[in-house]
């Protein structure tokens, strides 16, 4: 988690501009219901990907995110392993440290098979989102590449001021934006010189058919309101704004408009993040409601919680939900002892609900509760929970229920929970161990419905639900 606080190096200053008028991304709109959907190929390679194409799109996800494609820390031997203690055969975190901004490294492959991805994706009308993370390079500075010290003006104009110094207080908006999060050296992203060549490189994959990003460590570059590098030659923070397409840089632009592309930022919440602030520039992470889920599928119970406050200050159809992220699971392993039976009840909750926009992590291949790594290979497919019959149909059953509102009841003690879509369909999920009979309030019109997985029974009269489910079982209902 990262944080902030009192303001004290020599050379900064704090700025005091806003953002220009922008997308309002805070108020919200009770009538907008979301649609989409995301896979995170994490750990997939593009040939991987590209050969399951038809699966994620018959899966029902309209999106796909890949791990970062941009060169990266790649010492020899590595690629192999998705986690290797011994650090010889390759580490999945090895692509979120940069050594320049072109495409293509050991991991993931070459720009061909990228393309030869990008036009997959096309035949089966899944768009692509790359997660991009201009906040910072490898650990090792010398792994840097000639091209990009050369193109940003030297090796001292690559960082902050402070951007080698390790963050010791993440509630400490300096510290936060302008020194080493993670201990990762911490990139000027003010510096003009950085920024052309940053955009030159999302530009060339938007070229490449690209048509969203997800920005790593997005809470770690300032806004408007943050300390100003100005012992770095920095007049005001203004990365986002050239990110986004307001502002050209040495001549280079946002090849497109911004408004055409999904774009959300992994800006995590804790104390003093400007999350309104942020919400100016794009879609946040729900990373609250992500913990408070997963609070949930432990219990197996919903019992005392809101479900339906997101905990988060922007407007919820352009938040970003999960139940785990790649960090929950291989970074901390927050998540990773959650059965793929608990993810499964979780995804079918948050995706049956009108607004934010799901994103599915695709789990190791043969990974268990007591192996998190699985078979442990980089670049080869996840596990085949991302095409689980429940997986598919809540997907199209979110898709389906385009401008249906929402309303959410629970029952049996908070351990069945309903969420309702207008009087069009239901999604009804048992988070125990134990069948239950329910008998819980919903909107569905009354009749009788078979659930589009299993054709379980279910009826509805005079406004209640009732029928008979299984252990960590969901059942989609959509009226015919």
Not at 81 to 106: A, L, R, S, V
Not at 237 to 264: C, E, H, I, M, Q
Request: one cysteine or more; aromatic letters at 10%.
């Amino acid at each position: 988690m990262h944080k902030t606080g009192l303001i004290t190096s020599v050379g900064m200053a704090l700025a005091v501009i806003m953002p220009i008028s922008a997308k309002d991304r805070v108020t919200h709109d009770p009538s907008f219901t979301n649609t989409e959907s995301i896979l995170h190929v994490w750990s997939w390679n593009f040939p991987t990907i590209a050969e399951n194409m038809k699966k994620i799109h018959d899966a029902g996800f309209t999106m796909l995110q890949t791990s970062p494609v941009q060169n990266c820390y790649s010492p020899e031997g590595s690629g192999k392993k998705i986690f290797d203690e011994n650090e010889t055969e390759g580490n999945w975190y090895y692509y979120y440290q940069p050594t320049d901004w072109k495409i293509g490294n050991n991991i993931l492959g070459t720009r061909e098979q990228m393309q030869q991805m990008m036009d997959s994706a096309a035949k089966y009308g899944v768009r692509v989102i790359v997660d991009v993370l201009p906040n910072h390079t490898a650990f090792d500075v010398d792994a840097v590449s000639d091209d990009f010290v050369k193109a940003v003006g030297g090796r001292d104009k690559m960082y902050h001021t402070q951007g080698l110094l390790p963050v010791q207080d993440y509630n400490d908006r300096l510290q936060c934006t302008l020194w080493a999060s993670g201990a990762l050296p911490d990139v000027n992203t003010e510096n003009p010189a950085f920024q052309k060549y940053y955009m030159e490189f999302v530009n060339d994959l938007l070229n490449m058919g690209v048509r969203g990003f997800r920005y790593d460590t997005a809470k770690h570059i300032g806004v408007p309101s943050d300390p100003v590098d100005t012992q770095a030659g920095v007049k005001a923070n203004d990365f986002w704004d050239v990110a986004t397409g307001r502002k050209s840089v040495g001549g280079v632009k946002l090849a497109l408009p911004y408004d055409s592309l999904f774009v959300y930022g992994e800006v995590l919440q804790d104390r003093n993040v400007p999350e309104k602030e942020y919400a100016e520039y794009f879609g946040q992470t729900a990373s609250g409601y992500g913990h408070k889920l997963r609070e949930i599928l432990e219990k197996r119970s919903a019992e005392g919680y809101d479900l339906l406050d997101w905990n988060h200050q922007a407007a919820p159809e352009y938040l970003t939900t999960w139940v785990e992220s790649h960090d929950t699971y291989a970074n901390a392993h927050e998540s990773a002892h959650l059965t793929d039976d608990q993810i499964r009840c979780g995804w079918v909750f948050l995706t049956a609900r009108q607004n934010g926009v799901p994103l599915f992590f695709s789990r190791p291949m043969g990974s268990t509760r007591q192996a998190y790594w699985g078979d442990n290979i980089l670049g080869a497919r996840g596990n085949d929970e991302f095409f689980h019959p429940e997986v598919e149909a809540v997907n199209k059953f979110r898709t389906a229920m385009a401008g249906q509102k929402e309303s959410i009841t629970t029952g049996n003690k908070g351990e069945v929970i309903v969420v309702s879509r207008g009087n069009k369909g239901a999604a009804i999920v048992n988070l125990s161990k134990i069948s239950h009979k329910i008998d819980i309030p919903t909107t569905l019109s009354d009749g009788t419905y078979h659930d589009t997985v299993y054709g379980k029974e279910f009826k509805v009269k005079k406004g209640r639900l009732t029928g008979l489910t299984a252990p960590e079982r969901t059942y989609i209902l959509i009226k015919k």
